[in-house]
């Protein structure tokens, strides 16, 4: 089941994670991980905390760390989820990769908190989901349900008392994103059918590409930038993409919205990665036309083109979703 990933690390709890308190106690971590995407395991906490986990012979990350109450972030390659450590935790993960969000789950010593956020995570991307398309009185009404079911799943919970107070705090946070995020979606949605804005870009492989050059054929847009992580974490999908759909009648776009001062550190970026497809540099970066156009406020943010130079989903699936290739599998076929 595709699900949409931008706010899963991120924006998920809080913008920065938060260290509760500052004694710290001896916290031992374990996580057997089936179909892992990394051979280490990273954890990530406020004040630069960071603990490297190596993968040892039986398969599993296992460290023993001293670390002060709060939330905290596990990595495994570009996959991430929260945590919330509680004093002389034990903590045991157990998840599938390639179910990510789906399959965490946690045993041990003080991990309510976790499991916690581990369901909320879900539950806020299967809301989203059921939210997409629905008229603005029904998405009022599902978000008013959600909010209720959170405060009451809080409030009866055998919870840390600071880990409420923060989590009541990010539910304010996700409804707020929520709204936003329907807004942008619909206007987005009223784009569908029109011709798009055109482009006329510096080509990385020199002189300059129009949206026009590529009439014909479907267009999928990548607008991007060199400082945006989960830009370059949808670059590997990309590749796997560009490669499946090598010779058919689609041409893969990469559009920079890099500052200009960074023109250089984009084409080194290029070059050193070795990106594919047509690689563009934005003629005045968030404030391009064509950008502004689609009323981009966050990137990655993907754009798929008719052959005609319509615009058939302005706002379309990310090069991790399995949806693009069932799109792209139908167009293409």
């Known amino acids: 089941m595709y699900m949409k990933k931008f706010f899963v690390s991120g924006m998920l709890i809080l913008s920065t994670l938060n260290i509760i308190g500052q004694a710290k106690s001896q916290i031992a971590f374990t996580a057997k991980i089936t179909n892992r995407n990394s051979d280490t395991l990273v954890i990530k906490g406020a004040n630069n905390f960071k603990q490297v986990i190596p993968i040892n012979k039986k398969e599993l990350f296992a460290a023993n760390f001293?670390?002060?109450?709060?939330?905290?972030?596990?990595?495994?390659?570009?996959?991430?989820?929260?945590?919330?450590?509680?004093?002389?935790?034990?903590?045991?993960?157990?998840?599938?990769?390639?179910?990510?969000?789906?399959?965490?789950?946690?045993?041990?010593?003080?991990?309510?908190?976790?499991?916690?956020?581990a369901q909320y995570a879900l539950s806020n991307e299967k809301f989203m989901n059921d939210a997409s398309g629905k008229e603005a009185a029904e998405f009022a009404v599902l978000l008013e349900t959600k909010k209720k079911t959170d405060l009451e799943n809080i409030e009866k919970g055998d919870y840390d008392p600071e880990f409420k107070v923060a989590l009541k705090?990010?539910?304010?946070?996700?409804?707020?994103?929520?709204?936003?995020?329907?807004?942008?979606?619909?206007?987005?949605?009223?784009?569908?059918?029109?011709?798009?804005?055109?482009?006329?870009?510096?080509?990385?492989?020199?002189?300059?590409?129009?949206?026009?050059?590529?009439k014909g054929k479907y267009v999928y847009i990548d607008l991007w930038a060199t400082w945006c992580g989960p830009c370059r974490a949808e670059i590997p999908y990309l590749q796997k993409i560009e490669e499946k759909y090598h010779g058919k009648n689609i041409e893969f776009v990469s559009i920079s919205v890099d500052v200009?001062?960074?023109?250089?550190?984009?084409?080194?970026?290029?070059?050193?990665?070795?990106?594919?497809?047509?690689?563009?540099?934005?003629?005045?970066?968030?404030?391009?036309?064509?950008?502004?156009?689609?009323?981009?406020?966050?990137?990655?943010?993907?754009?798929?083109?008719?052959?005609?130079?319509?615009?058939?989903?302005?706002?379309?699936?990310?090069?991790?979703?399995?949806?693009?290739?069932?799109?792209?599998?139908?167009?293409?076929?």
Do not use: C
């Open 169 to 214: 705090r990010s539910f304010e946070e996700f409804n707020q994103y929520a709204v936003q995020d329907y807004e942008r979606t619909s206007k987005a949605k009223k784009l569908n059918g029109k011709p798009s804005v055109i482009f006329d870009y510096e080509n990385h492989k020199g002189g300059k590409t129009k949206l026009s050059d590529l």
């Open 66 to 117: 001293e670390a002060p109450k709060g939330f905290y972030m596990f990595s495994d390659g570009v996959e991430s989820s929260n945590f919330y450590i509680t004093p002389n935790s034990e903590v045991n993960l157990t998840m599938n990769a390639k179910e990510f969000d789906e399959t965490i789950v946690y045993k041990g010593k003080g991990v309510n908190e976790s499991n916690f956020l």
């Open 260 to 333: 200009p001062k960074d023109h250089d550190k984009w084409k080194k970026f290029v070059t050193d990665k070795q990106l594919g497809g047509i690689q563009l540099f934005s003629d005045n970066e968030w404030k391009s036309e064509f950008v502004t156009s689609y009323e981009v406020t966050g990137i990655p943010r993907f754009i798929l083109i008719d052959p005609k130079g319509n615009i058939l989903n302005s706002d379309a699936d990310r090069p991790s979703s399995q949806d693009l290739q069932t799109q792209l599998d139908a167009l293409l076929k």
